[in-house]
């Protein structure tokens, strides 16, 4: 499914609160200094419109949520839709995810990574270009806290299975933990919109967590700890 046409956003809207750039991002990494507290910081990566964005700042408060979206359209539009709620706990930045998990999170610093309908590179000269590949999973490991999560959604299910496969070959994630498929309870009862429009044409969705376990003791020999710098 292609995306659809954006919304237009009210020019009166201040988005500098809640819009970045990667050269706007602090480093060293300080997610204290971008919002202004000491609190769990979740990532999404490729927050499109910002449904769950919004959705799971305001349900969760005490959490710092950071959407990466890679259009500068999409992550305009979804930090408007944050900004006109005021939730202080969420923001965007218009960049490259897999630059931010290289170049600027240290090891251990997300309570949870969200990755719902990466786009699926159809082709098989393009597959390459697919988020979910060896380096960006093993720096998901790295960065997640003892007992932190992954989430992972699509609807293609070879996509869903071939991570599935490189999850356990280069990671010590523990899982895939099955996520059961809750009821909508109304219209926008869905973490995504994606998700929506894939579940009321009848799709399937597939969906797994995986946890770091509690105790770190399971490093691979050949990795050290290491906290990127740009």
């Not at 919304?7 to 201040?14: E, W």
């Not at 305001?58 to 900004?83: C, H, Q």
């Not at 999170?105 to 949870?112: G, I, K, M, R």
Request: hydrophobic content about 40%; overall charge positive; charged content about 30%.
């Amino acid at each position: 499914m292609g995306r659809r046409a954006l919304r237009r956003i009210d020019p009166s809207l201040d988005l500098s609160g809640y819009l970045r750039t990667f050269e706007q991002l602090p480093c060293p990494w300080d997610a204290a200094a971008l919002f202004g507290r000491v609190a769990p910081l979740e990532i999404e990566v490729g927050s499109g419109k910002g449904l769950f964005l919004r959705t799971a700042a305001a349900e969760r408060p005490e959490v710092d949520f950071l959407g990466i979206e890679t259009s500068v359209r999409y992550a305009r539009f979804a930090a408007a839709a944050v900004a006109r709620r005021g939730l202080n706990n969420a923001k965007v930045v218009a960049t490259d995810a897999l630059r931010v998990f290289d170049e600027l999170l240290p090891d251990t610093s997300l309570a949870a990574v969200h990755v719902y309908f990466p786009d699926p590179w159809w082709k098989r000269r393009h597959k390459r270009r697919r988020l979910m590949r060896e380096s960006f999973l093993r720096d998901v490991e790295r960065t997640l806290l003892a007992g932190g999560v992954l989430h992972f959604w699509t609807d293609v299910e070879e996509y869903f299975r071939h991570s599935l496969e490189l999850l356990a070959r280069h990671t010590d994630l523990e899982g895939p933990l099955e996520v059961p498929e809750t009821p909508a309870e109304h219209d926008m009862a869905y973490r995504t919109h994606f998700e929506r429009r894939v579940r009321l044409h009848g799709e399937r969705v597939h969906r797994a967590e995986f946890r770091k376990p509690a105790s770190d003791e399971v490093r691979r020999p050949a990795e050290a700890p290491r906290s990127p710098a740009r």
